[in-house]
DNA sequence: GTTCTAGAAC
DNA sequence: GTTCTAGAAC
């Protein structure tokens, strides 16, 4: 999958090689050594970070009263061909109204539409109204912040819609933009009608996307949002309107749903009943969509690369729209609100990246795939990842993959790495087990484990090791009484081959079990230098089984035994006694330069 | 990998 | 009674 590279032979580099045998193993490793650079690129992993977006969407800075209309969220009843919602898209002013205004700014807003005072609350026959027609209202993606030609996404648009108009049933798509001036939607309006779309099925709208029932008369059960990656609210334009004015109810539920979204991919999110948005304006589902970024101030541009930029926002359209879908879908198949909720619950849970790697909230477990994903590749939770060579197969259920996505794309997971090179990517253990504990990842495809490995990896292993040094002498430069020790686990849970990098503190609130502990603490933990010799001299390693795992609690320095956890933790902080020999050859433990550990 | 929690251990 | 483990669920 990923092949390597021509390494770069950089000239800096100045970290022990303990385990080099020969001045050509020290050269070879310094060699190896590509990265973005020397220390000072490092590590607080802040590069990557998306700034606050500028533009700020002005309605929800405005002081309209709340106008309490009941829910009609989830009707399903819409089966109209509704003359009343036109191609609408005339001047309106988007700036403070008050309640009063309301009825002036429905009719104003629906040039052509029956003069109705109320129109969003009455039915225009026995069984069907404007708000019982299931509707989808959508920013456009990726053309503020982002800066995405209007020109080619007003195409992208358009051919999307066009699309999935046919797929939506009697559902309506509508383009909105705040500003009445919007350049594209009057692109988008222009090429809709050339291409003939029904104009009751996708129309363009002028206001605020939070405010369309509300303001504007319009009732969308479902919109979308332009998220961030993260799914965090802030930033501006439509994501902190949307964030806003959907209060922490949609944080919560977005949380379920998944971690983080990357460009072209979109997450339904069913928008819990205490949230004003769904009860004001009756929106049932909130759909985040991730755009492509053109924008070179934002992380993760792609540029002037258009080609690609408009494959992910075609992704990113199809994601949203397929999204609406299943939302359709759930709301028609099932008469029970309750079985409805439950189900587009599990329907449509997404998350490109796994929870487990965010920073933030580690009670959302929940996996699953983004819905552009799931609709391309068969249901479940575990990824076709069976080995073609045969030499191991098993199957990696989805959070154990996380390490393999960041390896394959760390482009796309900036955030949490502290350096990448070709070979290698950098990054902190999110449950670290002391003080310190980072994990060099192979970048390598085909490389999931110690067991993968073989002589031709011989130098990628040097690399690795040399990378985790130099991580290590910085750590010790800002604390030199650490100690560390770099090794792979022989049965790892995670795929993709990682070598830790750990101090010897094992002061950590994620220690918790003795699998954590042994893990590192008996021969399942093999060190680097080790695996390295093994590989070069029999061309493979040796590997522990998991019953170490399971063995008593020792301490790692004096070798005493521990009933539980916590008497161990507690033994340990206070341990003095030197390592026990085995740790202390071949530069297994590696201390700060002039410390001598047998004295210590 | 983590979280949750029943029940074992103390 | 509380602490802690270990297995199931995710």
New binding site residues.
């Given amino acids: 999958m990923l092949q390597k590279k021509e390494l770069p032979k950089l000239s800096e580099g100045f970290f022990r090689i303990m385990f080099c045998q020969s001045e050509s193993d020290v050269q070879a490793a310094i060699n190896t050594y590509s990265v973005l650079g020397p220390l000072d690129t490092l590590p607080n992993g802040s590069f990557g970070q998306r700034k606050p977006d500028t533009k700020v969407q002005l309605g929800i800075m405005k002081f309209l009263k709340k106008v309490d209309v009941p829910p009609n969220a989830g009707s399903t009843s819409g089966s109209v061909q509704d003359s009343a919602f036109p191609q609408v898209s005339k001047e309106r002013d988007t700036s403070c109204k008050g309640p009063d205004n309301l009825s002036s700014l429905s009719t104003t807003a629906y040039k052509g539409v029956k003069e109705s005072e109320d129109l969003p609350k009455h039915s225009i026959g026995p069984d069907v109204s404007p708000d019982s027609i299931p509707t989808l209202a959508f920013p456009s993606i990726s053309t503020a912040d982002f800066q995405f030609n209007i020109e080619k996404a007003s195409d992208v648009i358009v051919e999307k819609v066009e699309e999935y108009v046919k797929k939506v049933g009697n559902a309506r798509l509508v383009l909105v933009d705040l500003s009445h001036g919007s350049k594209i939607l009057s692109l988008v309006r222009a090429k809709a009608a050339q291409r003939n779309i029904d104009n009751k099925k996708f129309f363009t709208f002028v206001g605020d996307i939070t405010r369309l029932y509300s303001q504007g008369g319009l009732r969308c059960n479902v919109i979308a949002n332009a998220a961030n990656w993260r799914l965090k609210p802030g930033g501006g334009g439509v994501n902190a309107a949307i964030f806003s004015a959907a209060g922490p109810a949609l944080e919560v539920a977005t949380k379920e749903q998944a971690a983080s979204l990357l460009p072209g991919h979109a997450v339904v999110v069913p928008l819990p009943s205490n949230s004003p948005l769904y009860n004001r304006e009756g929106v049932s589902h909130i759909i985040h969509v991730l755009g492509p970024n053109m924008n070179p101030q934002r992380s993760n541009c792609l540029k002037d690369d258009y080609v690609k930029g408009c494959k992910v926002l075609r992704d990113a359209y199809t994601s949203l729209f397929d999204g609406f879908l299943s939302v359709l879908r759930n709301q028609a198949n099932v008469t029970s609100k309750n079985l409805v909720s439950e189900k587009s619950m599990k329907d449509t849970s997404c998350g490109d990246l796994k929870n ?1 790697l965010e920073n933030g909230d ?2 959302t ?3 699953g795939d983004s819905v552009s994903e799931r609709s391309k590749k068969s249901k479940g939770s575990h990824d076709d990842n069976s080995k073609i060579d045969g030499s191991t197969s098993k199957s990696w ?1 989805t ?2 993959q996380a390490l393999y996505h960041i390896a394959m794309h760390p482009e796309k997971h900036k955030n949490v790495l502290l350096e990448v090179s070709d070979d290698v990517a950098v990054l902190n253990d999110l ?1 670290p087990k002391a003080k310190k504990h980072l994990l060099i990842l192979a970048r390598y495809g085909g490389l999931d484990r110690l067991a993968d490995v073989q002589q031709e990896h011989l130098h990628l292993l040097t690399t690795m090791h040399s990378v985790g040094l130099r991580w290590a002498e910085k750590f010790l430069q800002e604390d030199s009484s650490m100690i560390f020790r770099l090794g792979y ?1 022989s049965v ?3 795929r993709q081959l990682h070598l830790h990098v750990i101090s010897q503190d094992f002061n950590s609130n ?1 220690l ?3 699998k ?1 502990w042994n ?1 590192f603490n008996t021969a399942f933990f093999r060190d680097s230098v080790d695996v390295i010799e093994e590989i070069r001299n029999h061309g493979k390693a040796t590997l522990k089984d998991e019953s170490y795992l ?1 063995m008593e609690l020792r301490c790692h320095r004096c070798r005493s035994a521990h ?5 161990l933790k507690s033994h340990i902080s206070n341990c003095q006694s030197p390592f026990p020999p085995s740790l202390l050859e071949n530069g297994r433990l590696v201390p700060r330069q002039d410390e001598n550990l047998s004295n210590s």
């Fill in positions: 487990h580690q009670k477990k929940r996996d259920t959070w154990a449950y686990h790892p849970s995670m994620h918790k079990n003795k954590h893990s399971s009933p539980n956890i916590p008497r």
